[in-house]
């Protein structure tokens, strides 16, 4: 397959042979796969299975299929905001790895020996080390921007019907140049509400929900508990912070008013299992405000009168509109 070809598939979503992709580097490794450039096709990684007997086909096509089934614009921001599967990879009648947009060179960091890392949320989480020099941090403002843009985009998977899964410090990137975004990654371990997986759904140490069934599968609740976790470990800059625990963001992170909401947001997120607070609440607090309001908007005024048989007038004069806002 060429590399024409290969664009083709990335666009239409269809599956590609292995046996036609081209050899490329490898861009790492993790615990479910291999993942690896395309020679010819820049901007593009192959991430193969190390199991591939334990995959489940149609979920990775469904997750695929429902990125094609997004408005343009939609679809532009999901590719701009995840590395979701493009198109699956199979070897005959088995699907062995999907295809994947880079994440943002802009979300990358050089180190002191010239080498280059993904800026993970874990940099979020410490003070800066002299190993870490080399990571451009953000300011207050900065900070508390990367987690609303954060907190938009688990809000709009979840509209979507999507349990993310594993959310933690290891699978969110972020950057701060030119402006706050964030790009999540192993987007192959979200499923629908009600479906199965491609892959068991994973959890990272020190990110799991206390209050999930042992050995269940992941839930849209689990991902409000592990939002708030990345919530408050974020702006707090502490690692290990908990629902449960007390709420200390750093100076200048919030007003007093926010701070207030926060907190009592914070304080529900160690509720019992299935009454955690969902993005759109925490995106409420973080933007200091307790609820939706709603914007009483006078109606556009009546078009000029013109004659008309006098039984048949509608007397009824133009009515408000009520218009339901609510942060993006």
């Not at 947009?101 to 050089?110: C, D, L, N, Q």
């Not at 609440?281 to 006098?310: N, Q």
Request: some cysteine.
């Amino acid at each position: 397959m060429t590399a024409p070809d290969i664009a083709t598939a990335l666009t239409d979503g269809a599956d590609v042979d292995l046996a036609l992709l081209p050899p490329g580097a490898e861009a790492g490794r993790g615990g479910q796969g291999l993942v690896r450039r395309l020679d010819g096709v820049p901007g593009v990684l192959f991430k193969r299975y190390l199991e591939p007997g334990r995959v489940h086909g149609p979920a990775l096509a469904e997750l695929v299929a429902l990125r094609l089934s997004l408005l343009p614009d939609d679809r532009n921001r999901l590719d701009a905001q995840a590395a979701w599967p493009l198109c699956r990879v199979v070897d005959g009648l088995r699907c062995v790895g999907f295809l994947m947009r880079e994440a943002p060179a802009s979300m990358t960091w050089r180190t002191t020996s010239g080498g280059s890392r993904l800026t993970e949320a874990q940099y979020l989480l410490y003070p800066e080390k002299p190993a870490t020099q080399g990571v451009v941090r953000p300011d207050p403002e900065q900070r508390l921007a990367l987690v609303l843009e954060l907190v938009g985009l688990i809000d709009r998977l979840h509209r979507l019907g999507l349990v993310i899964g594993d959310l933690s410090h290891a699978n969110v990137l972020w950057s701060v140049l030119p402006g706050p975004a964030v790009h999540l990654l192993d987007c192959d371990g979200i499923r629908r509400v009600g479906t199965v997986p491609v892959l068991e759904q994973a959890d990272t140490p020190n990110w799991s929900d206390p209050l999930a069934t042992h050995g269940g599968a992941a839930s849209v609740d689990s991902d409000r508990y592990k939002t708030a976790l990345l919530i408050g470990r974020t702006l707090a800059q502490d690692p290990y912070l908990a629902p449960g625990a007390p709420f200390e963001p750093l100076p200048g992170m919030l007003t007093d008013r926010q701070l207030s909401l926060v907190r009592r947001t914070w304080e529900q997120a160690a509720g019992p299992y299935g009454s955690r607070p969902d993005p759109t609440a925490w995106l409420l607090a973080l933007g200091g405000r307790s609820s939706i309001p709603l914007t009483r908007t006078p109606a556009p005024p009546p078009p000029p009168p013109r004659p008309v048989d006098p039984r048949l007038f509608d007397s009824r004069g133009p009515r408000d509109t009520i218009w339901l806002q609510r942060p993006d």
